[in-house]
């Protein structure tokens, strides 16, 4: 009997009880890895809907607020999503901080599937909200009209521009939930310039005052002199393209002023720098240019005539003097570059939310300062020149900017309350709200001043 020494059967059923074993552990793990990142992927989605739902919460907050001023928030969840598998929700309260500010806090809620009673994701943010309050107009311009480029926007108050607008890239006047009405006389006649500018053009002199460029938008009701475009209007828009006539630019009695002059310093003694203060009592002349610089505090307890140039840079601060209660202090400048208020510089309101009115009398008519009336190509050469320019996060929440027969040029700026001039520009400026009243009644708008999660 022969025995065969080179028999390989079986030698596959040890290959298979060799290898098989490592192939159910590389199935399992590839299994398990496909369902953990099944997982994940299920709870960012969970999440992402759960943040959109927080953050949709918080703007119909906003919307609530600005109808209702005494709404304080959801009674019960509010449903914005239910495909029968996927349901979101979302609930809002606001928090009174103080009579300027609120805080809102938002949760977002997610179901799946829909009948989960708790949630599979919820996310919680919390939005501090800064009232803005606003009169009869917030901006009036004359006949140099009114420019907006990049993110500037205009929110609260009527816009009275006897002019025309230009406004380019995303900014905006108004908002989708508060509307702010706009009238553009079209006041910039004849062209060019002559003894007779300005009056109100005509039908072909100047069609379609109002330009809207990229994704610039007004939200409100429009009405302008021989306006058709209708483009980057809506809540209502256009609604009437004849009939406005020009607004008169707020007066002033600036001889009342000047007479009333009972103290008089010079500008070296009024200037201050780094931790220096300074009080500017009621009634004071101050002759030649102001500076106030680094961290320098300059209080102002009533009316002040500069008759040089008026500059506050790096962190200078000119507050209201508590004592003035309500009453508004001006502050008028003759010099020929006006007033500059730049880096993080403020002018601060009183206890009262009571700030300035700052005013800059030059213009290139030779009765300058002192001119009661500018018109012709003296006033068509003088509505571009900035005399009152802002920069650089400047500030004056409660304050009126206002260029008398020239131009307000605010660049990358703050909290601003009102501005008119006969040209107004902003560039760059996409934390400017506007929230004085240059003249009238008062109404409260709040906005958003600040967005962090809340864990």
Excluded at 64 to 86: A, C
Excluded at 232 to 253: C, E, F, R, W
Excluded at 349 to 363: A, E, K, L, V
Aim: overall charge neutral; glycine content about 8%; hydrophobic content about 35%.
């Amino acid at each position: 009997m022969k025995i065969k020494i080179n028999d390989s059967r079986g030698s596959l059923l040890i290959s298979l009880l060799v290898t098989l074993p490592f192939l159910i552990l590389i199935a399992a793990a590839y299994m398990r890895l496909s369902t953990n990142s099944f997982r994940l992927g299920k709870t960012d989605q969970f999440h992402t809907s759960a943040q959109l739902a927080a953050d949709a919460g918080a703007d119909y907050a906003v919307e609530q607020l600005n109808l209702d001023p005494n709404w304080t928030g959801t009674t019960s969840p509010i449903e914005i999503h239910n495909d029968g598998k996927i349901k979101t929700t979302f609930d809002a309260s606001i928090a009174s901080v103080d009579s300027t500010h609120k805080t809102i806090t938002a949760t977002g809620y997610t179901y799946s599937p829909v009948s989960h009673s708790t949630p599979d994701s919820s996310i919680s943010v919390m939005v501090d909200l800064r009232a803005v309050t606003t009169g009869d107009y917030s901006l009036v311009t004359g006949v140099g009209g009114l420019s907006l480029s990049n993110s500037a926007k205009i929110v609260g108050g009527n816009v009275y521009v006897n002019g025309e607008i230009d406004m380019s890239n995303s900014a905006q006047i108004g908002l989708s939930t508060n509307y702010v009405n706009v009238s553009v006389a079209n006041q910039i006649c004849p062209i060019p310039a002559n003894s007779t500018y300005p009056r109100l053009c005509n039908s072909g002199e100047n069609n379609n005052p109002i330009t809207l460029n990229n994704s610039a938008h007004i939200y409100g009701d429009v009405q302008a002199n021989y306006q058709t475009n209708t483009s980057g209007m809506s809540n209502n828009g256009l609604i009437a393209s004849s009939g406005v006539v020009a607004k008169p630019l707020p007066t002033y009695d600036r001889v009342a002023q000047k007479a009333a002059v009972a103290t008089t310093i010079t500008g070296a003694a009024a200037s201050c720098s780094g931790s220096q203060t300074r009080t500017w009592a009621a009634n004071t002349k101050i002759t030649g240019n102001v500076s106030v610089t680094n961290n320098c505090v300059v209080t102002v307890e009533g009316n002040v005539w500069i008759t040089g140039t008026f500059s506050v840079r790096n962190s200078g601060i000119v507050k209201v003097s508590d004592s003035l209660g309500a009453t508004q202090p001006v502050i008028m400048i003759d010099g020929s570059t006006g007033a500059s208020f730049s880096n993080s510089s403020q002018l601060k309101s009183n206890s009262s939310s009571t700030g300035f009115q700052i005013m800059t009398y030059y213009s290139r008519a030779s009765c300058s300062p002192d001119c009661s009336t500018v018109t012709g190509t003296d006033l068509y050469n003088s509505r571009n020149d900035a005399t009152i320019t802002l920069d650089n996060s400047a500030q004056g929440p409660n304050t009126v900017f206002y260029a008398y027969w020239t131009q307000v040029l605010v660049n990358n700026s703050g909290q601003i309350g009102a501005l008119v001039g006969q040209t107004v520009s902003l560039k760059n400026s996409g934390t400017i709200t506007f929230g004085t009243s240059v003249s009238g009644t008062g109404e409260t708008t709040w906005i958003i001043n600040g967005y962090r999660r809340s864990y």
